[in-house]
């Protein structure tokens, strides 16, 4: 019997698996496509110190690759299992599934899932693999690039509303760490504020010129997080701020033009660097260029990178994450005919 990606769809979606509580989806898909004959394979995952406290992340996780017994794959389909929070379970009207991972990612394991299976009745060698982590720090990715399996093509899936990426932007993490002395905000000179540097610092990194590719677009920073001081009237002894800047070149460039900007004001960690990527057409596949960021960059053992998958990125990681049915089926079609020109 065929395998219905959108009835396994709904039954993943009802599974929390937030980052670094991915254990039950990936039990859950041990048992399912060991039932479906595959060999499958789990491959533990570091869980860490973070998510080890009070409401953390406590428990197993694990990548999966599943192939048929024995066959080196030419071709392999993966996603990652990992969602962001908060988790909602799924539900649905006639054109929509909702909820956390319909379209990011638990949608695209399904139609990964069901195209394998008819890939595989038609006598392509393929793998599956899908991974923990992707939502923060790509651990999965890292840890399963260290196991390749031989394959020459990966079709790795993120939301593309079913068109194929020409490129994806990379992703670059900068933590930065102001530190002062702390005295009465009524004799500033008597202390140094952590804050008036973090901040002067953050403006001269939004004023850089940062590089630009003309059929990408450019470099993009969003300043995400942002803390530090004790109380309005006293001068900081320390603040911090998270900033994620979307590359679309060598992320070398952009970490000189930080630390010139920085001058030493602040102490600098670049906590996560995913490189920009160029991939290339294939057929008459409709194409778009992806802004965000992948697991690509870290699977590099894994054959040469596609990115293709349902669903718009638009309303991943918002209360409204949908996937169409429809665009959800075309996909099993879409990897399938893919993979297969791969191949042949």
Not at 73 to 93: A, N, R, W
Not at 109 to 120: E, G, M, S
Not at 202 to 228: F, K, Q, R
Request: glycine share 8%; proline share 6%.
């Amino acid at each position: 019997m065929a395998i219905d990606p959108i009835a396994l769809t709904k039954q993943l979606v009802d599974i929390d698996s937030t980052t670094y509580h991915e254990g039950l989806a990936g039990a859950f898909l041990y048992e399912y496509l060991t039932k479906q004959k595959y060999a499958v394979e789990r491959q533990a995952v570091s869980q860490p110190e973070l998510a080890l406290t009070p409401g953390g992340g406590e428990g197993e996780r694990f990548n999966l690759y599943a192939a048929l017994p024995g066959i080196t794959p030419d071709v392999v389909l993966s996603t990652h299992m990992d969602t962001v929070p908060p988790f909602f379970g799924c539900t649905e009207d006639d054109e929509f599934l909702y909820g956390r991972g319909t379209c990011d990612a638990k949608g695209i394991i399904a139609a990964q899932v069901a195209a394998a299976d008819r890939l595989r009745e038609a006598g392509v060698k393929v793998g599956l693999l899908f991974v923990v982590g992707e939502e923060r720090d790509s651990a999965g990715a890292l840890a399963a690039n260290t196991t390749p399996k031989g394959a020459r093509f990966l079709i790795n899936g993120e939301p593309t509303d079913n068109r194929l990426a020409l490129a994806t932007k990379g992703a670059l993490r900068v933590e930065l760490r102001a530190s002062g002395k702390m005295a009465h905000s009524a004799y500033p000179e008597l202390g140094d504020s952590a804050i008036d540097k973090l901040l002067a610092s953050l403006h001269d990194i939004m004023a850089l010129d940062l590089p630009v590719e003309p059929e990408i677009g450019p470099s993009t920073v969003n300043i995400g997080l942002i803390s530090g001081g004790r109380a309005p009237n006293v001068i900081a002894d320390k603040a911090e701020a998270h900033l994620l800047i979307r590359t679309v070149g060598p992320s070398s460039d952009v970490k000189d033009l930080i630390l010139k900007a920085v001058r030493n004001r602040v102490e600098v960690t670049f906590s996560l660097d995913l490189s920009f990527v160029r991939m290339r057409r294939v057929g008459d596949l409709p194409t778009m260029v992806a802004k965000f960021a992948t697991d690509i960059p870290t699977l590099t053992n894994w054959g040469e990178p596609f990115l293709l998958g349902p669903g718009s990125i638009h309303v991943a990681h918002t209360p409204d994450e949908r996937i169409s049915k429809r665009e959800l089926l075309e996909c099993v079609d879409l990897y399938v005919g893919l993979a297969t020109s791969l191949v042949d």
